[in-house]
T-cell receptor, first 114, second 111 residues
Framework: EPEVTQTPSHQVTQMGQEVILRCVPISNHLYFYWYRQILGQKVEFLVSFYNNEISEKSEIFDDQFSVERPDGSNFTLKIRSTKLEDSAMYFC????????????FGAGTRLSVL | AQRVTQPEKLLSVFKGAPVELKCNYS??????LFWYVQYSRQRLQLLLRHISRESIKGFTADLNKGETSFHLKKPFAQEEDSAMYYCALKAGGTSYGKLTFGQGTILTVHP
């Protein structure tokens, strides 16, 4: 069964550094999402992406965050200058067009900002 | 604004007992409701969605618009049901859209 793939599984970075989290969505999917989960808290929506542009973003997704689909397969989340409070599990998800709209999730990247 | 509430963080039952995981939502429009499950060391995966009205692994969930609830039920719990369960809501009528998650309920089924 096709899966959403995320790399790396764990990223450790120093505060103020830039990080890029990578995702390979399921190949025929056209909608892409990033969510995050701070330890002990809810899974929270960050951003959705369709047709090479952001379709919706949350208030969490400020100017420090950006997303990109640099080629036909990857979908990336960049955090420009990481803060301690960015430490969380980041999940990528994708869904196909049409009525099914089931979001399939990757295994997540644990980001630890020191 | 969309909000999903799962009042129980932890739920413990014995094998063979009925189980109900509660989910209440707040949304002014017509929602789509989902239950996602995360087994130990595995990714979030869809368990069921209200518009399918199906039973998966013995679980069912009925959308009650009057009570704004979407409780997950299983008549006879199994040890392999032990997992984290998330209720999620999406605005209806669109083919894409963010999911709003509840806090999650950790279900433990004892032998």
């Amino acid at each position: 069964e096709p899966e959403v793939t995320q790399t790396p599984s764990h990223q450790v970075t120093q505060m103020g550094q830039e990080v890029i989290l990578r995702c390979v969505p399921i190949s025929n999917h056209l909608y892409f999402y990033w969510y995050r989960q701070i330890l002990g808290q809810k899974v929270e929506f960050l951003v959705s992406f369709y047709n090479n542009e952001i379709s919706e973003k949350s208030e969490i997704f400020d100017d420090q965050f950006s997303v990109e689909r640099p080629d036909g397969s990857n979908f990336t989340l960049k955090i420009r200058s990481t803060k301690l409070e960015d430490s969380a599990m980041y999940f990528c998800a994708s869904s196909e067009t049409g009525g099914m709209n089931i979001q399939y999730f990757g295994a997540g990247t644990r980001l630890s900002v020191l | 604004a969309q909000r999903v509430t799962q009042p129980e963080k932890l739920l413990s039952v014995f094998k063979g007992a009925p189980v109900e995981l509660k989910c209440n939502y707040s949304y002014s429009g017509s929602p789509e409701l989902f239950w996602y499950v995360q087994y130990s060391r595995q990714r979030l995966q869809l368990l069921l969605r209200h518009i399918s009205r199906e039973s998966i692994k013995g679980f069912t969930a009925d959308l009650n618009k009057g009570e704004t609830s979407f409780h997950l039920k299983k008549p006879f719990a199994q040890e392999e049901d032990s997992a984290m369960y998330y209720c999620a809501l999406k605005a209806g009528g669109t083919s894409y859209g963010k999911l709003t998650f509840g806090q999650g309920t950790i279900l433990t089924v004892h032998p």
